[in-house]
C-alpha cells in the first residue's frame, strides 16, 4: 500500500511541475494570435458575454455598460436598424508582426475596419431607410487600431486585461450616437450673426454671442465649441435651439478667461455649431481685442463708431447691447439690406430694469441731426418691458417692423417717458441700403 501511495504522490508532482513549466515556459506566439482572433471576433460582432468571458474580471458596473451598449434591441426600432447596419461592416486583421511576448505576458495589435460613418451620413436627408442606403453606397471606411494587453493564466489560457473594454470605446462610438431624422437640418440654415459685435469684432466684451438662424424649428439637439487662437477652450451641453434661433455664448458662465477688470482675453475666437451627431452647421469668427484705457465704469461712454449713443445709463445695470440681426441681413453693424423685415435694438441687461418707452423716426438719406428731429411724429412708438428667455437672459427688446422698410435712415429714441424723448437714455442709429443681403453672399 505505501508503494501505491508513493506512486501516486510522484505522479501528481510530475504532473504538477508540467503544469507549472507549461505557464513559466516560452509562449506560443500561434496561441496568441488564435486568442487575438477570438477576441477580435467577439467585438465584431458585439457579443458582450464571450468579450467578458475572454477578459480578466472587471468591475460589474463596467460589465452591465458594455451589456447595455452592445444590445441593439435597447435601441429605439430605427436606431437600432442603422447600428446594426454599421456593425455589420467592422472586419479585423490581427497584426502578428507587433507582437510583444514577456512573462506570461503578452501585447498584440488588432486593426479594426468600420465604414466611416460620418462621412456616409454627413448629406443624408430622411429616415433609416435613407441611413442605410448611404452606408450601403459609400466607400469610405476608418482603420481604428487596439492594442490588447493579454494574461495567460495557470490553465494555460490567455484573457485580455480589464483595461481593454476602455479601449474599444472608440470603435463603439456609433453606438453612443443618437441619428437625427426628419429634415436636412442644413436646409434650414438662415444665417448667422454676432450678437452686439462692431463689423464682426468685440472690444472689451464681458461674453461674445454666435447666434446660428433656422428658417423652420429644427428640432434637434445641437452643441458649440469654442477656439481661441487655435486651441480648443469651451465644448457645451446638448441643447435645442429656442424655436428657430440657437445660441452659442462664451463668457464668465463659459468659464471664459477674463483680464483683471473682467473683460474677455483679447485673441481670435471661432465657434463651430453642431447637430448632435456632429455634423457641422455653421462656424464663424470673430477677434475679441482689449483697451486697458477703458475703464467698467466708462459705459456710459459708447465705443468709437458705435451706432448709439448713451446719454443716461441710470436706468439699468447694462450688460451689452447693439443692434440685433433677426433676418440675416445686416451686413456691418446697423447697416440692414432692403430685404430686411425687422430693425432691432436690443439691452441686456445684468439686473431688472424699469418699462421704457420708445420710438422711431425715419429720415430719407444718411445724415442724421438729431436737433431736426420732429418727436412728435414718429413712425412707431410702444411702452417695452424686459423679456427673460429660457436660458434666464433678460433684454429689452426695441423692435420696428412696418409692411416696408424705406432706404435711409432710421433712429430709435429710448426713454424714461413720452414726456422724456428731449432727454432720452439712448439713441440708437442705423440704416437701410438699397442692396439686398443676396448680393453680399
Known amino acids: 500500500m505505501n508503494r501505491f501511495k508513493k506512486v501516486i504522490s510522484s505522479l501528481l508532482i510530475l504532473s504538477m511541475l508540467f503544469a507549472f513549466a507549461s505557464c513559466t515556459g516560452k509562449s506560443d506566439p500561434q496561441e496568441i494570435t488564435t486568442f487575438a482572433d477570438t477576441y477580435a471576433k467577439c467585438v465584431s460582432f458585439l457579443d458582450a458575454d464571450r468579450i467578458l468571458e475572454n477578459t480578466l474580471p472587471v468591475d460589474a458596473d463596467i460589465a452591465t455598460t458594455l451589456k447595455n451598449k452592445v444590445t441593439l434591441e435597447n435601441y429605439e426600432y430605427e436606431q437600432a436598424a442603422i447600428k446594426s447596419e454599421i456593425a455589420k461592416t467592422i472586419k479585423y486583421k490581427v497584426i502578428t508582426d507587433t507582437m510583444v511576448i514577456g512573462n506570461n505576458k503578452a501585447t498584440v495589435q488588432i486593426d479594426f475596419d468600420i465604414v466611416n460613418y460620418k462621412a456616409a451620413f454627413k448629406e443624408v436627408v430622411g429616415y433609416n431607410e435613407a441611413y442605410i442606403q448611404a452606408l450601403k453606397d459609400t466607400t469610405e471606411h476608418q482603420t481604428i487600431t487596439i492594442n490588447v494587453n493579454l494574461e495567460k493564466q495557470q490553465d494555460g489560457r490567455w484573457l485580455a486585461t480589464a483595461d481593454t473594454i476602455d479601449k474599444l470605446s472608440e470603435l463603439y462610438a456609433f453606438l453612443d450616437t443618437v441619428f437625427t431624422f426628419g429634415p436636412n437640418t442644413l436646409d434650414l440654415v438662415k444665417a448667422t450673426s454676432w450678437l452686439f459685435s462692431l463689423n464682426r469684432e468685440y472690444k472689451n466684451a464681458r461674453e461674445i454671442e454666435l447666434d446660428l438662424w433656422f428658417t423652420d424649428d429644427p428640432e434637434v439637439n445641437m452643441y458649440y465649441m469654442v ?65 486697458d484705457s477703458i475703464k467698467p465704469d466708462d459705459i456710459t461712454e459708447a465705443p468709437k463708431g458705435a451706432t448709439y449713443s448713451i446719454k443716461d445709463a441710470s436706468f439699468a445695470s447694462i ?97 424714461k417717458d413720452k414726456s422724456s424723448l428731449q432727454t432720452p437714455y439712448i439713441q440708437a442709429f442705423c440704416k437701410v441700403i438699397s442692396q439686398s443681403s443676396e448680393e453680399f453672399l
Open 319 to 415: 450688460k451689452s447691447l447693439g443692434w440685433w440681426d433677426y433676418d440675416g441681413t445686416m451686413v456691418a453693424d446697423g447697416k440692414y439690406c432692403s430685404n430686411t423685415h425687422t430693425l432691432a435694438f436690443s439691452i441686456e441687461l445684468m439686473s431688472s430694469s424699469e418699462d421704457l418707452y420708445y420710438t422711431v423716426y425715419y429720415i430719407p438719406g444718411d445724415k442724421v441731426d438729431m436737433k431736426k428731429i420732429d418727436y412728435s411724429k414718429p413712425v412707431f412708438e410702444k411702452t417695452i418691458d424686459e423679456f427673460v428667455y429660457l436660458d434666464g437672459t433678460a433684454f429689452l427688446n426695441f423692435d420696428y417692423e412696418p409692411e416696408t422698410l424705406e432706404v435711409g435712415s432710421y433712429v430709435i429714441v429710448i426713454a
Open 227 to 291: 477656439n481661441k487662437d487655435g486651441t480648443n477652450v469651451y465644448k457645451s451641453q446638448l441643447m435645442k435651439s429656442d424655436d428657430i434661433i440657437y445660441r452659442a455664448t462664451y463668457g464668465r458662465f463659459q468659464d471664459a478667461a477674463f483680464t483683471e477688470d473682467g473683460y474677455i482675453k483679447p485673441g481670435k475666437y471661432t465657434i463651430s455649431i453642431y447637430r448632435e451627431d456632429d455634423l457641422l452647421l455653421a462656424e464663424q469668427e470673430t477677434t475679441v481685442t482689449y483697451d
